[in-house]
């Protein structure tokens, strides 16, 4: 389970997070949702450790993020798959060795055989052929690259996974294969996921529940329909702007389609 407890964060004038409260439990999936700037990734970083707060706690795992010493972090990072923003591969490196970064056991890690073993399985659970493996990324598309990052989050075998804008960037078919990705690892892997979005309607699909980042603070949280069903003129104002934004590129990209 995460629990996010009162957490607040500042940086110089710039009060980011103001007493946000987070509960993930386990296997459920999570999407965090909320306008570009707002903190969304500061959120997640307090998860794994990456940033600590002025106020509150985190608790990852029934243990307290914030007072863990260097080696207790790392143990607990190794529970925790982080899925980059912009995919964060190594170019000079093959799309194999990537993966087998992730390997974060060490007795595994220097195992060749099981990271051959493992490498292969990852690119089987994102839908990629195990030939991808000897690939590097700049020979990759944007949802191929998005897919060998969730590989490589997933292949220490986590207990939880953090994506931070697994979609962003991508037409809304790879965008819909990406979020499909999410439910069957979720699925399959039993993991206990947050999905960190600005894209309301792939979130709606993927999420058991659905948390809005508004101003410094939790602003919705519950179930998608709960929070459609919000009367808060601010959810609503984000909803319904965002979905608009979503029905715009749509038409946009049809009439591209359609050479116009
Ligand atoms: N390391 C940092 N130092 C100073 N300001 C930061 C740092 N990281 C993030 N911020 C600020 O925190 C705010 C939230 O950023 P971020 O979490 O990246 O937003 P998003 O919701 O788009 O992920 C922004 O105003 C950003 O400038
Ligand atoms: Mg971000």
Known sequence: MIQVINVS?????????????????????????GPSGVGKSVLLKHINGL????????????????????????????KIGYVFQYGALFDSMSVYENIRLGITDETC????GYCNDRVKECL????????????????LSGGMKKRVG??????GAPKYLLYDEPT????????????????????????TSVVVSHDVRGSFRVADRVALLWQAKIRADGTPEQVLASQDAAVQ????????????????????????
């Open 9 to 33: 964060k500042r940086f110089l004038h710039n009060i980011v997070l103001d007493g946000v409260s987070l509960e993930v439990r386990d296997g459920e999936t999570v999407a965090l949702l």
């Open 51 to 78: 940033m600590k707060p002025d106020a509150g706690d985190v608790i990852v795992d029934g243990l307290s993020v914030p007072r863990l010493k260097r080696k207790e972090i790392q143990q607990l990072r190794s």
């Open 237 to 260: 104002q984000f909803l319904e702007r965002d979905l608009e934004m979503g029905l715009i590129q749509a038409e946009g990209e049809a009439r591209a389609k359609r050479g116009a």
């Open 124 to 139: 089987r659970l994102v839908n990629l052929a195990p030939d991808v493996a000897e690939k590097y990324p700049a020979e």
């Open 150 to 155: 969730i590989a490589r989050a997933i292949a």
């Open 168 to 191: 962003s960037g991508l037409d809304p078919v790879n965008a819909d294969v990406i979020d499909a990705l999410i439910e069957r690892l979720r699925d399959e892997l039993g993991v």
């Open 109 to 112: 890690a220097n195992d060749d």
